[in-house]
């Protein structure tokens, strides 16, 4: 069965700090990879994906089939991006999520 | 803001009843799904459907039920065998061959 693991419940940096939310999952093919976000008082939403290998809002995720990780990188956080994060996989339409990451980025 | 509506946004159970919560979409997608959200626990799925009159079982469907009778509607019932219904629901769904999930606002379901 796949599995997402994100160790971390709760990040606190500072405003300008490079922020690193880590995302580990577990499954043996090819599986689709995601970063969700919800801000609060709003529904929860993509944030990107592996395929698109975009950067929204600045924030990137390399996959790195390696180590099976999938972790969400900014170089410098803002306090607009304190938010709950979920890392999730899609594999066989099932799609699995992480435990979650509260970013809280301090003035 | 339309795409897929959850109603009502809170309920309360009373012991030994059934609660059935709604999920509706107009986003013409193929696949639903709901799951449960907890503090500290992310997202568990109860059941999903990919197509109309065909659903399974996610990881945590004991004590929930659901139809497809309707592509654009996918209804939960939370049932009396549920011991620990109190939680917060979102319903999602997502179109044929993408894997980008559109979530409702989610229903919070108590224990009276």
């Known amino acids: 069965a796949q599995r997402v693991t994100q160790p971390e419940k709760l990040l606190s940096v500072f405003k300008g700090a490079p922020v690193e939310l880590k995302c580990n999952y577990s499954?043996?093919?090819?599986?689709?990879l995601f970063w969700y976000v919800q801000y609060s008082r709003q529904r929860l939403q993509l944030l990107l994906r592996h395929i698109s290998r975009e950067s929204i809002k600045g924030f990137t995720a390399d996959l790195n089939k390696g180590e099976t990780s999938f972790h969400l990188k900014k170089p410098f956080a803002q306090e607009e991006d304190s938010a709950m994060y979920y890392c999730?996989?899609?594999?066989?339409?099932?799609?699995?999520f992480g435990g979650g990451t509260r970013l809280m980025v301090k003035p | 803001d339309g795409g897929i509506t959850q109603s009502p946004k809170y309920l309360f159970r009373k012991e030994g009843q059934n609660v059935t919560l709604s999920c509706e979409q107009n986003?013409?997608?193929?696949?639903m799904y709901w799951y449960r959200q907890d503090p500290g626990q992310g997202l568990r799925l109860i059941y999903y459907s990919q197509i109309v009159n065909d659903f399974q079982k996610g990881d945590i469907a004991e004590g929930y039920s659901v139809s497809r009778e309707k592509k654009e509607s996918f209804p939960l019932t939370v049932t009396s065998a549920q011991k620990n219904p109190t939680a917060f629901y979102l319903c999602a769904s997502r179109p044929r061959g993408d894997g980008k999930l559109f979530f409702g606002s989610g229903t919070q379901l108590s224990v009276l």
């Open positions: 499954y043996s093919g090819s599986p689709e």
């Open positions: 986003l013409n997608h193929d696949a």
């Open positions: 999730a996989t899609n594999a066989g339409n099932m799609l699995t």
